[in-house]
């Protein structure tokens, strides 16, 4: 006879499309040899009997235990885990962390979520089960009460939640089978069904330490909030029930607001600044669960008065940090223009990023000479080379056109959309200026040859006006004049980038060659009609990565 609690777990499932026909469903359990998802394991595999069910047992090792290499045979409960699963039956498949990641809780779900959810994805299973129950519930939502939520906070534990990580391709459904269920109920189940078949679990000791928030919850402050309200647990999930159909009625509204604010990864501000006050604070919050980023009542404050103009100094651009991806990267929210993305800081940036020692000036040389000078904190040289011409070019062998015959039709398809967009590009350089066409003739012709593997840019340049001056390599100053190519007079600097629609937050990063406020070249960019070519060109100048042997100035 099944009992009550196997019911409860098979009617949650069932409303959730799973177990209603023949059909075979696969199952990942999240298990960590405790008593909550051991009984989850045991109900389900006791559930074969009767229903097509196949099931893997996943625990997720994150090291913390033993700081070995092989941290498996010091984790005590790994002998509970592999019996456990023989004796039912279930395959174990042991997950195991990066040792280096951040240990906290926050960190640790982090990864125990990626790791189980990409599991669930590999073996093409139908969801993952996690062995929540309702107590965890009550504690989620006092938790979030204490922390101050707002309505979606109070809807707790999702039964069901879909996880749609960008990672892992296709989305992952997480089911919580137990949530209706009381621990009193779950450790009833153990005592009266699993002591009997000698199934033993593990008693993690770490769950009575009452320095956590959530075991001081647990074992201090319900207990006694018991004692004065007795219904008060039944009361809390009637509150849960409540604040999601209460939710599910402002999500529905929010939908086509979202759907006009947030477009191509890029959030509006105007639109966004004209809403009211209630809707900002929900848009706001979906926004930061969106980028993945903390959502609570004062991170989404903070956001707001950001995005409304407060504490920052340029009103037209600026940047919002967030917490740090998974990876560790600083992560930003670039406004631009009255647009709001995500950038993420690689350690590249960061290097391009760094205040130089000496100011904005990041190196000075004449560039009538050959030098390769390390560009701290770039990580770059600058070298001028004078001109050499080039060799004759090769004759050309005329083929017909057409791509080649080739076995794989992706590849072959692929082949053809990149012949399309090359005849685009021709048909695209024919419509240039004259102005640029000699330019582009010059750099076409010196293409010929082969360029190192470090070379970051470089362009083609006449020297001899600028060649008893002294230029710098450096970042952008105020007050920088640049005339771009076909242009006769000077512009700000500032002005060329922003219509380029450079964001700010490249713009402190780019390097120019100038001399005193006079931009000759954006590096990566564009170079002036200063140094355009009249004839033949004098020097080429080239930026390079930062390499042993251009350190030791051999070049």
Not at 49 to 62: F, G, K, M, N, R
Request: aromatic letters at 8%; charged letters at 25%.
């Amino acid at each position: 006879m099944r009992s009550l609690l196997s019911s409860l777990v098979l009617h949650n499932l069932q409303a959730e499309g799973f177990l209603t026909n023949a059909r075979q469903a696969h199952f990942v359990v999240a298990f960590s040899g405790g008593l909550d998802s051991t009984v989850l394991l045991h109900v389900l595999a006791a559930l074969r009997q009767e229903y097509p069910i196949t099931l893997t047992a996943a625990y997720v090792d994150h090291g913390w235990r033993n700081s070995g290499p092989t941290s498996f045979p010091g984790i005590p409960e790994i002998a509970t885990l592999v019996k456990t699963t023989q004796a039912l039956g279930v395959p174990l498949v042991i997950l195991p962390c990066d040792r280096e990641q951040e240990r906290t809780e926050h960190k640790a779900r982090q990864a125990r979520y990626y790791r189980l959810t990409h599991l669930t994805q590999t073996l093409k299973a139908d969801a993952l089960l996690t062995a929540h129950h309702a107590d965890d519930q009550i504690e989620t939502l006092l938790f979030r009460l204490f922390r101050g939520t707002g309505m979606e906070g109070m809807t707790g534990i999702q039964r069901k939640l879909i996880l749609d990580d960008v990672r892992l391709g296709l989305p992952v459904a997480i089911l919580r089978p137990c949530l209706d269920i009381f621990s009193e109920g779950i450790a009833r189940y153990a005592e009266e069904t699993l002591k009997p078949q000698g199934i033993e679990w593990f008693n993690d000791p770490s769950n009575n330490n009452t320095h956590y928030q959530r075991n001081h919850l647990r074992h201090e402050v319900l207990p006694l909030l018991q004692q004065r309200f007795p219904m008060l647990k039944a009361s809390l999930l009637r509150t849960v029930e409540l604040a999601l159909d209460n939710t599910e009625i402002v999500q529905q509204a929010l939908a086509p607001i979202w759907e006009r604010v947030f477009q191509d990864n890029a959030f509006d501000v105007v639109y966004f600044n004209q809403l009211e006050t209630a809707y900002q604070r929900s848009i706001a919050r979906k926004l930061l669960i969106h980028w993945q980023a903390d959502s609570d009542f004062e991170s989404v404050e903070r956001l707001i008065r950001f995005l409304k103009g407060g504490h920052r100094c340029n009103p037209d651009s600026a940047l919002y940090s967030i917490n740090a991806s998974e990876d560790g990267h600083p992560r930003f929210l670039n406004l631009y223009q009255e647009k709001l993305t995500l950038t993420i800081l690689t350690p590249t940036m960061q290097r391009r990023l760094s205040p130089s020692s000496d100011g904005d000036s990041v190196v000075s040389c004449p560039v009538s000479l050959k030098e390769a000078t390390a560009c701290e904190p770039f990580q770059v040289v600058f070298e001028a080379l004078p001109y050499q011409p080039p060799k004759p070019a090769m004759p050309k062998v005329s083929t017909p056109k057409g791509p080649p015959v080739i076995d794989n039709p992706v590849l072959a398809e692929a082949l053809a959309s990149e012949t399309s967009e090359t005849e685009e590009e021709e048909t695209d350089s024919v419509e240039e200026t004259a102005s640029e066409q000699s330019v582009q003739e010059v750099i076409t012709d010196t293409s010929k040859e082969t360029i190192e593997a470090d070379v970051l840019s470089e362009i083609w340049v006449d020297l001899l006006p600028f060649d008893t001056l002294k230029l710098e390599l450096r970042t952008r100053k105020p007050g920088d004049r640049f005339q771009p190519l076909g242009m006769a007079q000077p512009m700000r600097l500032k002005k060329y980038l922003i219509n380029k629609k450079i964001p700010r937050f490249e713009r402190d990063a780019l390097l120019v060659l100038a001399h005193q406020d006079l931009v000759l070249w954006v590096v990566g960019h564009a170079m002036s009609e200063r140094l355009r070519p009249n004839g033949r060109p004098t020097h080429r100048l080239r930026i390079h990565a930062l390499t042993e042997t251009f350190a030791k100035g051999e070049s």
